[in-house]
């Protein structure tokens, strides 16, 4: 799809890429994946794959967590691997940190960088899918790209 037919959010995450040396390449669905199955079946991948960018309170300050389609965060036991808790940041919130639409958040592109965390499930897969700061657009990236364009740290989930 065309640059120019890109939503702006979309831009400024294909910028960030670009900057961070991914190819920076962003495509546009058809229709919105709402769900990490949904976008899965989309692309013809295992929802192990996708992505999920997600925002929670660690104490009182906002991280982002990079997971696995195929998994939940358990709450406690990734809080206490971070020492401390961890808690859903409400939606206002993940709009306000990242910029971003919830169903399209992408792992970069954020006003402000957010301490990041990437599920170390997702190293099991060759090609990550993610969003692309909206909910219609997703790139495709690696375990090791994703760590170093986030300067995330891998970590356990569930």
Request: net charge negative; aromatic share 4%.
């Amino acid at each position: 799809m065309r640059r120019s037919s890109l939503p702006p959010v979309a831009c400024r995450v294909a910028d960030t890429l670009i900057s961070r040396g991914h190819h920076g390449l962003i495509v546009a669905q058809q229709e919105p994946t709402h769900t990490a199955a949904d976008a899965a079946r989309a692309l013809g991948v295992d929802v192990g794959a996708i992505t999920k960018s997600l925002v929670f309170l660690l104490d009182d300050d906002p991280v982002l967590l990079l997971v696995s389609g195929a998994h939940q965060v358990d709450l406690a036991k990734t809080g206490a691997r971070l020492d401390g808790t961890l808690s859903r940041a409400p939606a206002e919130m993940v709009r306000e940190v990242t910029g971003q639409p919830i169903g399209g958040v992408a792992p970069v592109g954020h006003p402000t960088n957010l301490p990041t965390w990437v599920d170390s499930a997702l190293g099991r897969h060759r090609e990550l899918w993610a969003a692309g700061g909206h909910p219609n657009t997703i790139f495709r990236t690696s375990f090791p790209e994703l760590l170093r364009i986030t300067a995330g740290l891998p970590i356990d989930v569930d």
